[in-house]
């Protein structure tokens, strides 16, 4: 299995790869720009409207830009594995990495790193950037649950990064991936309505987010919950990792 495990050239070229794709570079920063931007903006305009303005949970309401951030992530992940599947991209990669499985895996651990880098700096800058503007409403840095919602920010922006990537590893399709969980975390939520117990409560976001919530009474601890996602996201890079080693190139 070590031979199998990436390297530094070839994690090197992920990055080259990742770096020269317009659309996918775009959408990592995206990530980014998303997250803070919508943040810093809706703070700016209703934040001291009144209490519970972005949300009944204040903590959570404090990365209220991650809703509109985990597209872009999903956007990136599901980017950075489609360019493989097109113009014969896939057959070249082999040719230059023979092994599968250390090709696969250093895509992941790019995907996964890049988005995890990115996700933290945005978590900061969401933080202190959107609460800036809550007047009286104002979370301090180093209240309860602030540290650990800010590390949970970068690590479910990663993880839902890898669960896109995972995906299009899988269906070859980058539009098939966004068509697909788009709708599955932005819509089955709404229709399932506010309920954390249950089915619900074990969503891919649902799960994630409990690392951005003060009250975590009526669903998945913290730290479960990021487990929950983690397991998500596993489930699809080992799905992925299976579809590259079978499939033909």
Known sequence: MSTALPTVPVLHSEWIKIRSLRGTFGALIAVF???VGIQVLTA??????EEGSLGEDPLLAAFYGLNFGQIAAFAFGATALSAEFHNGALRTSLTAVPNRTRLYLSKMVMVGGLAFLVG?????????????????????????????????????LALMALLSAGLTAVLRSASAVLSLLIPFVLILPFVLGQ???????YLPDRAGQMMMRLDTSGGLAPWAGLGVLALWALVAVTGGWLSVRRRDA
């Open 120 to 156: 933290q700096l945005a978590a900061v800058a969401t933080f202190v950037g959107g609460q800036a503007f809550m007047g009286p409403y104002t979370l301090e840095l180093g209240s309860p649950g602030t540290y650990r919602a800010m590390f949970g920010c970068g690590a479910y």
């Open 195 to 201: 309920a954390s117990e249950g089915v619900a409560g």
């Open 33 to 35: 720009a998303a997250t």
């Open 44 to 49: 700016s305009l209703i934040g001291t409207a």
